[in-house]
């Protein structure tokens, strides 16, 4: 609650501070699909100090500013949006870096704030829930909901009618190395659970290839037989990956190599790309990648030409124009609604 003649408490003014952080990670996220867990520890440390001054105001003004006002929608920041973040991180449905930013917002946000801008009030449309961290969340949610229409209107008006219009679009395979996201197409036609391309850079990374080599010559690549003796580091397959590699595994780039000197001595005959020796050497997972996936990936980009992916849109963007939306407006949902 804002007090007479002024902007926003102190509090609530301090917590814009989380809006170009949000837009950054926001932005990262689309870039490289990677966001340091460092960036949350700063926010996490001044949402606690925050709280501790709301309390002290909220006491300080009595009755229901500090039961109503602030023990209610802090019990429900706390008690109900961290539970939801961790459960859905835990089940899969978010990654480590959205858990990290919705447990960060329930601590920078959990009461709803207060901004005076001459005779206007913002966010325009307070609820009856005061947790504001909640309302940034069924923000971001509409929003994610709402992204795939948007996408399946662009498409149609592009002309690009296809099942798969709601999630992806088709590029160029030229654009794939620098592109996040899951290839929507196996040799059989469009399917959802097609070859992630983090997991192609790591394969490519790992036999030190470019895509375009590969295209050159794929009847050789998929020989097992031409599988490096000393593979590349792969990677973690992010396009911004510093990476330094042999030329084709373990050779230098260009130089002219015998395929039985340069084959991996466990490779089986009958693992086309060497899919299966890959997987295996890494000892890891390269997001959840099958040898069969990895080999139908490897065949459609090696001969096709424009393949529909899904950009996969991370949940950071929504969470971002969650938080944009709730500052200005307030709740889509229950604003709307009530």
């Known amino acids: ?40 520890i700063p926010l996490a440390l001044l949402g606690a100090v ?6 002290r105001l909220a006491w300080a003004a009595g009755g229901t500013a500090w039961s109503y006002d602030f023990l209610v929608p802090t019990a429900i920041s706390l008690g109900l949006v961290v539970p939801i973040a961790y459960l859905f991180w835990w089940l899969g449905g978010f990654g480590g870096a959205d858990a990290k930013a919705l447990l960060v ?3 920078v946000f959990p009461t709803f ?12 449309e307070p609820t009856r829930i005061g947790a504001f961290s909640f309302t940034i969340l069924t923000n971001a949610v509409l929003v994610a909901v709402a992204l795939p ?25 030229e654009r794939i190395p620098e592109t996040h996201g899951r290839l929507l197409e196996t040799p059989t036609g469009l399917s959802r659970s097609g070859l992630d391309l983090d997991a192609l850079r790591m394969y490519l990374r790992w036999r030190g290839l470019s895509l375009a080599e590969l295209r050159e010559a794929p009847e ?17 397959g992010a396009v911004t ?39 295996d050497d890494i000892e890891g997972s390269a997001y959840g990648t099958t040898p069969e996936t990895l080999r139908e990936g490897l065949a459609v980009l090696s001969e096709t030409e424009t393949v529909w992916i899904s950009p996969g849109t991370p949940f950071l963007v929504p969470i971002f124009a969650g938080l944009v939306i709730a500052l200005i407006y307030g709740d889509l949902l229950l604003g709307t609604l009530l």
């Open 241 to 279: 990956a510093d990476v330094d590699l042999r030329g084709d595994g373990g050779t230098l780039e260009g130089a002219e190599t015998d395929a039985a000197a340069t084959a991996a001595t466990d490779a089986p005959a009958d693992d086309p790309w060497g899919a299966e020796a890959f997987l």
């Open 113 to 124: 704030p207060e901004y005076a801008l001459g005779s206007v009030t913002l966010p325009l």
């Open 50 to 55: 925050l709280l501790l001054w709301d309390a």
């Open 1 to 40: 609650m804002t007090l007479a003649g002024t902007v926003a408490t102190g509090p609530d003014l301090l917590r814009l501070v989380a809006v170009p952080v949000f837009a950054w990670t926001a932005y990262r996220d689309i870039e490289t699909r990677r966001v340091s867990s460092t960036v949350w």
């Open 149 to 173: 229409v948007v996408l399946a209107i662009r498409n149609a008006v592009a002309g690009r009618i296809a099942p798969v219009m709601l999630v992806g679009w088709p590029v160029s395979w």
């Open 105 to 107: 917002l329930a601590v």
């Open 220 to 236: 050789r690549y998929r020989d097992p037989a031409t599988l490096p003796n000393e593979p590349n580091p792969p990677t973690d």
